[in-house]
């Protein structure tokens, strides 16, 4: 079960990371503001999650 959740976590990174890039990209490339650091919001939940997952799976 962990580690299909770290599985998909880890996709769900690799895809955001790939949008963020982009817009980054594309916000230079026209001279415009860079977009907020959202995934940084995505990986605590994430890290949070697994966290919780691995204490309550100890504690079983």
């Known amino acids: 079960m962990l580690v ?3 599985a ?3 996709g769900l990174l690799t895809a955001l990371a ?5 817009r980054v ?3 230079m490339r026209l ?3 860079l977009p907020h650091f ?3 919001l995505v ?3 994430a ?3 697994v966290s919780v997952l691995i204490a309550v799976s100890f504690a079983v």
């Open 4 to 6: 299909v959740v770290l």
């Open 8 to 10: 998909l976590l880890g």
């Open 18 to 22: 790939f949008v963020r890039w982009a």
């Open 25 to 27: 990209e594309r916000a």
């Open 31 to 33: 001279r415009e503001p």
């Open 38 to 40: 959202t995934l940084g």
């Open 43 to 45: 990986v605590t939940v």
């Open 47 to 49: 890290m949070v999650a």
